[in-house]
């Protein structure tokens, strides 16, 4: 018989707009949301990211019904964050790609792969979801920490 305290999952949803002042509420609403509950780090990240998903479903997808996107983000247990963006979808999966240096745009999903565990898609009869997986772990410890530690 396990003896693990079941904590209640923290999840967070906010309908936006489906131009670029959505990607902005969205940031800010997620930022908010966590601040003081995962590292500063970690945080920064979850906002690129959150940022990056937005956009892409702002230039390159359909909006949901009423012209929005919903963006959803939950703590996990293992201390890591997932952000799911959902829209009404596109004719093409997104895909990473392979950019030059000198290129203007197309380094949003290369962005969210850097700053995530992982990501993926998922597709259903109303549109699709991008997600991401974010961990804590690696940033666990906030330079801020770092500048009273001992040596």
Do not use: K, Y
Request: with cysteine; aromatic share 4%; hydrophobic share 45%.
């Amino acid at each position: 018989m396990s003896t693990r305290t079941t904590e209640a999952e923290r999840v967070w949803c906010v309908v936006v707009p489906h131009h670029a002042e959505g990607a902005r509420l969205a940031r800010r609403r997620l930022a908010a949301s966590l601040d003081g509950l995962m590292p500063a780090m970690t945080r920064s990240d979850a906002v690129a990211v959150a940022a990056e998903l937005v956009g892409n479903s702002v230039r390159h997808a359909s909006p949901l019904p009423g012209g929005v996107v919903r963006v959803a983000w939950r703590l996990l247990f293992s201390g890591g964050l997932e952000i799911r963006v959902t829209d009404g979808g596109a004719l093409t999966a997104p895909t990473e790609r392979q950019v030059s240096a000198d290129s203007p745009d197309g380094r949003g999903l290369a962005i969210v792969s850097a700053l995530s565990e992982r990501w993926g898609v998922d597709r259903d009869g109303l549109g699709q979801c991008v997600w991401a997986r974010l961990t804590a772990s690696a940033d666990a410890v906030d330079a801020a920490d770092l500048a009273g530690a001992p040596v």
